[in-house]
């Protein structure tokens, strides 16, 4: 079980989840990257999943919840298969840019910033405080989430909450993240980038 996690559900999380999703959108996203983001980052899952799992686990047991989920991982597979990493791909702008605007060798590929164009390289960017700044800090709002979606349904037994009443807690905490995702996202389109970036 801990190889499972440590070997395949440790970096699934990590090659499915806000990096990717964030990296996709940028590149496809000019104007409006803000929104984008937190429309792309909507934990809509959360809102149906912990009921139907909990109805799993009392009705089945865990190993009938673990097969769920391995089918249901299972069916987003084939989605991968139609992401088109970069708008040029096909030949596209990205949203808020004409494609006359853009200039093949303007895209920035891996390694380049997209305010100038300057090559950064990965020392450069590990000696830099702004980066370990943005980082430690998403890294806290991610544990934060983590932390709290792995284990409010085992604090809720332990307080003696039925298992149906501790999944809707859950769904109730998607409910915010999906408002808070969409709040951000304007807000940041409305800020704009910090004088830090």
């Known amino acids: 079980m801990l190889a ?10 990590v090659l499915m989840g806000i990096i990717p999703s964030a990296a ?23 809102l149906v999943i912990p009921p139907v799992a ?11 919840l673990f097969a769920f989920s391995a089918v249901l991982a ?63 800090s998403v890294g806290v709002l991610l544990g934060g989430g983590t932390f709290y979606t792995t284990h409010i349904i085992g604090i809720a037994a332990e307080k003696g909450i039925p298992l149906q009443t501790a999944a809707a807690l859950l769904s109730l905490y998607g409910v915010g993240t999906i408002l808070g995702a969409v709040a951000f996202g304007w807000l940041a389109d409305r800020i704009g980038l910090s004088p830090l970036c």
Do not use: C
Request: hydrophobic residues 45%; without cysteine.
């Open 24 to 46: 996709l959108v940028s590149r496809w996203f000019s104007t409006g990257r803000g929104k984008a983001l937190g429309v792309a980052n909507m934990p809509l899952f959360i």
């Open 74 to 136: 299972g069916l987003l597979v084939p989605a991968l298969f139609f992401v088109v990493d970069y708008p040029k791909d096909r030949n596209l702008a990205p949203y808020g840019e004409r494609k006359s605007q853009i200039e093949p060798e303007s895209v920035p590929t891996a390694g380049e910033s997209l305010a100038d164009g300057a090559a950064v390289d990965t020392g450069s960017l590990f000696r830099d405080a702004r980066f370990w700044l943005l980082s430690i």
């Open 54 to 64: 909990a109805s799993i686990v009392l009705e089945h047991g865990h190993t009938a």
């Open 4 to 13: 499972v996690y440590a070997f395949a559900l440790g970096p699934g999380a």
